[in-house]
């Protein structure tokens, strides 16, 4: 029989009670461990939720001050404007009075009016345009643009022009018609009177007239026609005759009755100016 040995037993035993203690001491390290991590889970997502409130709240504030502003903008008064007035200009004519536009010929004013175009009081002149039976507005600032009627010496200045030898060009028709144009819209009676020397074909029917030539030619003498009408105090008839008598048109169905001539009257002492 072996003899029992207390000593090696009771080691032994203590030794199996240190590994279990270890193993235990293990077991609890770990799950404290993973208990850890999911709590910081836990709280960086509660951060990040709280992040995303913090960056809503703030929006929607932003949003509601924004929404303020403009009600506080609607909520304010508009700013009463004062209408602004236009410069004051002399009134170089007067209502009934014949005056001269360039690009529509003779008209006549018919009242002095008031437009507010812009948010601007700006004065005008109304004009009557009896050939082309329309009307036109003209502000006083800008009446620079009308001149008035030519005077008798002008008259007597624009016959002689219109007796004189034609001055044609040997250009192309386009560029002289271009030129023409110009001269009608200038509104200057000396190059209207050229305009209708220089297209006048008289009554030599052989000649050939394009159809852009004869608008041209009508368009000018009938300008000049009715300031020549206008000024002299004549009839459309007798005015015409003139007319035609320094240009030699229609001299056979012209009466045998001696027209007089135009000269200038003591009075009309005005400088000829080209208008």
Known sequence: MKKINLKSILKKTFKNKKKVKKKITKKNTNKKKVIKKKVKKIKNSKKKENIIKEKKNKEVSNSKNDNTKISKNFDQKPEIKKIKTQPSEKKEYKVKDYVVYPKH????????KKINIGGIDVETYILRFEKDKASGMVPINKQSHLRPLATINQVNKCISILKSKPKIKRSMWSRRAQEYEAKISSGK???LAEVVRDLNKGDDLMIDQSYSE???????YERILTEFQIILGLSTQDAQKKLDKALKRNLETQSSKPTQKIEATPNDTVEESNI
């Open 214 to 220: 004869r608008q041209l030619f009508e368009k000018a």
């Open 105 to 112: 010929g003779v008209g006549q004013i018919t009242e002095l």
């Open 189 to 191: 009676i000396y190059e």
